[in-house]
């Protein structure tokens, strides 16, 4: 057994910067019956996961919460470590000789699909692709959207498909005040969308978004909302048992949008309810030319069922937000059904010292806040574990063992410091252009401003 000292502190590393990640990192130092010594790894130069690269531009209040986690990450006790990928520039096995303890929080980077056909034509993805695209993610910044696309449909009603809807409906005078990335401000400045389709195969009462995200389509400048009264219809008997309060206001805002007059606004926001994809039509040239549609009902047991009544809209870019999937990381295991690492109360199943939290622990659900109860549980099972003297002692615990290792490797491993001279970077090309701030989305210019202002430190 283990006795961990201030001298020799448990040593747990975090695989993710992103809220949970963060959150777990802050339950380790506010705990005071073990010392701890705690890396935070991400594959990116940058910290906070979603918050950076998934929460929508426009909606600054919610990034807010990076106030906080800035303040664990200055804790003398923590460390990040950016630009290292787990699984390649540090193995699990070299994690088990490094470490006492691993905590994964890598969340859900991929997508769930439709499984209908012409689903990868050319101007068909995932709306997490195109989230990641004009929030500045390096994975997504270099590639060409909206080149041509006048209709638009996103498929889903979650609060993401309202995210990716309200961004292409905004002008760019609207997007100048968020801290949507440069790149994608210009394309969408240049942008030919006039019609966005949100589609829903259930009803409105099934939808998953927030009144507050749904609201806001009624106030673009250059947007209608349009929305189909027979729709957004429920029998009297069916809303005599709604008792959730967001979906009755979600009724009253979508009925008061099927009752207002369109006032010829440059762009339209079709918000459909009951219709299913059934197919991503070709346009005879391998890209997307059309998404037929067919129309719903719902069961007794509430279920869309396809009525055989078909349309097709005109659109020629498909963006599917139907869900995000956890991806498997190299010696780590997997559930391919749920794709999330098995686990009970955080402890990866089959594994001594490993726990998870998060979307990888969960699924993809609940909101930033959520996370930090789901990894405050974690850590818990983790200082348990550690109190009975079951962790297995790392070999070589030390920071420094890490750091020659990486550099071995010739990894350049981004700090703290480094991540913060970056923001500041970005904050102040922000003020110039009267912006809150000037994402840079790829990772070389990212690590060329890094090294130039190590140059101006030194």
Same mark, same amino acid.
């Given at each position: 057994m283990t006795a961990f000292t201030q001298d020799r502190p448990l040593r747990v590393l975090i695989v993710g910067s992103g809220p949970s990640g963060v959150f777990a990192a802050e339950a380790l130092i506010k705990q005071d019956t073990v010392p701890v010594s705690v890396d935070v790894l991400d594959r990116l130069p940058t910290p906070y996961g979603l918050v950076r690269y998934g929460v929508a531009p426009d909606h600054l209040k919610i990034k807010s919460v990076v106030s906080g986690f800035e303040r664990t990450l200055n804790?003398?006790?923590?460390?990040?470590?950016?630009? &290292?990928?787990?699984?390649?520039?540090?193995?699990?096995?070299?994690?088990?000789?490094?470490?006492? !303890?691993?905590?994964?929080?890598?969340?859900?980077?991929?997508?769930?699909?439709?499984?209908?056909? $012409?689903?990868?034509?050319? $101007?068909?993805?995932? !709306?997490? #692709?195109f989230v990641a695209w004009y929030n500045g993610h390096p994975d997504a910044a270099a590639?060409?959207?909206?080149?041509?696309?006048?209709?638009?449909?996103?498929?889903?009603? $979650?609060?993401?498909?309202?995210?990716?809807?309200?961004?292409?409906a905004k002008n760019?005078?609207?997007?100048?005040?968020?801290?949507?990335?440069?790149? !994608?401000?210009k394309a969408l400045d240049a942008s030919p969308v006039r019609d966005v389709y949100i589609l829903g195969r259930r009803g409105p009462a099934q939808a998953k978004f927030?009144?507050?995200?749904?609201? #806001?389509?009624?106030?673009?400048?250059?947007?209608?909302?349009?929305?189909?009264?027979?729709? &957004?219809?429920?029998?009297?008997?069916?809303?005599?048992?709604?008792?959730?309060?967001?979906v009755k206001k979600n009724l009253e805002v979508l009925r008061g949008f099927a009752a207002r007059a369109p006032e010829g606004k440059e762009r339209r926001v079709h918000l459909r309810f009951l219709v299913s994809p059934v197919e991503v039509l070709d346009d005879g040239q391998g890209r997307v030319g059309g998404l037929k549609i067919e129309r719903n009902r719902l069961d007794e047991a509430g279920n869309a069922v396809g009525t055989g009544e078909y349309e097709v809209l005109p659109v020629q870019m498909v963006l599917r937000s139907v869900g995000y999937r956890g991806v498997q990381v190299p010696g780590v295991p997997?559930? #391919?059904?749920?794709?999330?690492?098995?686990?009970?109360?955080?402890?990866? #199943?089959?594994?001594?010292?490993?726990?998870?939290?998060?979307?990888?622990?969960r699924g993809p659900s609940g909101v930033i806040g959520t996370n930090k109860a789901d990894a405050v549980e974690s850590v818990r099972q983790l200082l348990d574990d550690a109190a009975a003297g079951t962790l297995p002692a790392a070999a070589q615990p030390g920071r420094e063992a890490v750091d020659a290792l990486l550099s071995s490797r010739q990894v350049e491993v981004v700090t703290l410091a480094d991540w913060q001279a970056l923001d500041r970077h970005e904050l102040e090309q922000g003020q110039a252009q009267g912006r809150p701030r000037a994402k840079v989305a790829h990772r070389h210019e990212m690590l060329h401003i890094i090294r130039s202002q190590r140059v101006v430190k030194s």
């Open positions: 804790d003398p006790r923590v460390r990040f470590l950016g630009n &290292v990928e787990f699984g390649r520039d540090l193995t699990y096995e070299d994690a088990k000789a490094h470490y006492d !303890a691993l905590i994964y929080t890598f969340g859900a980077s991929a997508d769930r699909r439709l499984g209908i056909p $012409g689903e990868d034509l050319e $101007g068909s993805m995932s !709306a997490t #692709e590639r060409d959207l909206l080149l041509h696309a006048q209709g638009v449909a996103v498929v889903g009603v $979650g609060n993401v498909a309202l995210d990716v809807s309200r961004i292409l760019v005078q609207e997007l100048a005040e968020s801290d949507i990335a440069p790149h !994608a401000l927030t009144t507050k995200e749904l609201r #806001e389509f009624g106030e673009l400048h250059d947007a209608d909302p349009v929305v189909r009264p027979d729709e &957004v219809m429920v029998d009297e008997a069916s809303e005599a048992q709604i008792t959730d309060n967001t997997f559930d #391919e059904r749920r794709a999330v690492i098995p686990n009970s109360q955080g402890r990866v #199943e089959g594994r001594v010292g490993e726990y998870a939290a998060g979307w990888i622990k």
